[in-house]
C-alpha cells in the first residue's frame, strides 16, 4: 500500500451516510457530536481515498454525485455489518466497550426506563448508554438518520423493510376526566393530543368512526399539559392506560373510567434497522416486557381494574 494513500476509515463512511442522511453537514456534526469542519474533512478523506467525488456541497445546495449514488448503499451496508459484528463481541464478552442510543417515548420515563437501563447495564457492564425521549414519528426519523441505534414506537408508524420490529405492549384507550366530573360528555369540553401525533390521529379516526366527532378546542402534545387543562376546563379526554400510569401527578389531576364507545388500543414495539445490531434488538426487548410486568402491571391492575387484561405484554413469536 502506497504510505501517501489517504486512509479508508469507518469513521469516514459514517460521517458521510450521516451527512447525506440529514441533508447537512451542519446537522449531521450536530446528531454525531463533532464539528462541521471536522465532518467536512472526513468528507474530503473519504473521497480522496475513493478518488472521486461523492457530495456536491455549497451553501445553496447538498447533492449526491452519480458516485455518491453508487456508494450509498454499499456505505450503509458496511455500517450496519460493523455494528452486527461488534455486538456479536459484547455478546460473548470479547468487545471493547458497547455505545447504544435510545429514543423512548415519555410514557415509559417516570416507570420503566431507569429499571430497564440498569438491567441493560448489569447485562453489559461497558456498555455506555444514552436515551432520548420523544414522540414516534420523531423516533422514527431519528432511527432513519442513524441518529439512534433502537426506537420505542407505536405501530401507527409505517411499515418499512429496513426496519426490524419487535412487539412489546398492547396498550389500550381510555376515558379520563375531570375530579369529579359528573356532566354528560358532549356538554363538557374534550382536551385532545395534537393531530401532529400519531396518538392524535388514532383517537380521531377512531372517533369518526364511532360516529362521536367532538368540538375542536385546546390540543396539547404531552400527557402532563392534557391532564393538567382537563383538570382546569372540567373537561375530557381520551388517553392510553399507558400514558395515564405513566405521568406523575396524573391521579392527582384525573379519574380514568372506561371508554364510552368501542374499545381500542394501540401496541408499542421496539424497532432497529434490520439486522444492524444482531440479536440486540431481542434481547432489549425481553428485558423491557420483563420491566413492564413488574413495573406497570401491578400499577394498571391496582388503578384501572376496569380495563382487565387489555393491557398486557406480547410475547414475541
Not at 364511532?210 to 375542536?216: L, S
Request: aromatic fraction near 6%; proline fraction near 6%; charge should be neutral.
Amino acid at each position: 500500500m502506497d504510505q501517501n494513500e489517504p486512509p479508508f476509515t469507518f469513521r469516514a463512511v459514517q460521517n458521510f451516510v450521516a451527512a447525506v442522511e440529514a441533508q447537512s453537514v451542519t446537522r449531521a456534526a450536530h446528531m454525531l457530536g463533532m464539528s462541521p469542519s471536522s465532518v467536512s474533512q472526513q468528507l474530503a478523506t473519504l473521497e480522496a481515498a475513493l478518488g472521486t467525488r461523492l457530495i456536491e456541497r455549497s451553501a445553496r445546495q447538498f447533492r449526491l454525485t452519480r458516485a455518491g449514488a453508487l456508494f450509498l448503499e454499499p456505505a450503509k451496508a458496511l455500517l450496519d455489518d460493523v455494528g452486527a459484528a461488534k455486538v456479536r463481541l459484547a455478546l460473548a464478552d470479547q468487545s471493547p466497550p458497547l455505545s447504544l442510543r435510545i429514543a423512548s417515548i415519555e410514557e415509559l420515563d417516570a416507570t420503566v426506563t431507569a429499571p430497564w437501563l440498569l438491567k441493560l447495564t448489569e447485562r453489559f457492564p461497558k456498555a455506555a448508554l444514552s436515551l432520548i425521549s420523544g414522540a414516534s414519528h420523531e423516533n422514527h426519523d431519528a432511527l432513519s438518520s442513524r441518529a439512534v441505534d433502537m426506537t420505542l414506537a407505536v405501530d401507527t408508524v409505517a411499515k418499512v423493510d429496513w426496519v426490524e420490529r419487535h412487539p412489546i405492549l398492547r396498550d389500550p384507550f381510555i376515558l379520563v376526566t375531570a375530579k369529579g366530573f359528573s356532566a354528560a360528555l358532549n356538554t363538557a369540553p374534550m382536551i385532545r393530543y395534537e393531530a401532529s401525533l400519531p396518538i392524535g390521529r388514532q383517537i380521531e379516526a377512531h372517533l369518526r368512526r364511532a360516529g362521536q366527532p367532538a368540538a375542536r378546542g385546546f390540543a396539547f402534545s404531552t400527557n402532563q399539559a392534557l391532564f393538567a387543562m382537563t383538570a382546569e376546563l372540567d373537561g375530557w379526554a381520551i388517553t392510553t392506560a399507558l400514558a395515564y400510569l405513566g405521568t406523575p401527578l396524573a391521579r392527582d389531576l384525573v379519574e380514568p373510567r372506561p371508554l364510552q364507545m368501542p374499545k381500542f388500543s394501540r401496541r408499542l414495539e421496539l424497532h432497529a434497522r434490520a439486522g444492524a445490531l444482531g440479536d440486540l434488538p431481542a434481547i432489549i426487548a425481553a428485558d423491557l416486557r420483563g420491566c413492564l410486568a413488574e413495573r406497570v402491571l401491578p400499577k394498571a391492575s391496582a388503578q384501572l381494574g376496569f380495563i382487565g387484561g387489555a393491557i398486557e405484554i406480547i410475547q414475541k413469536t
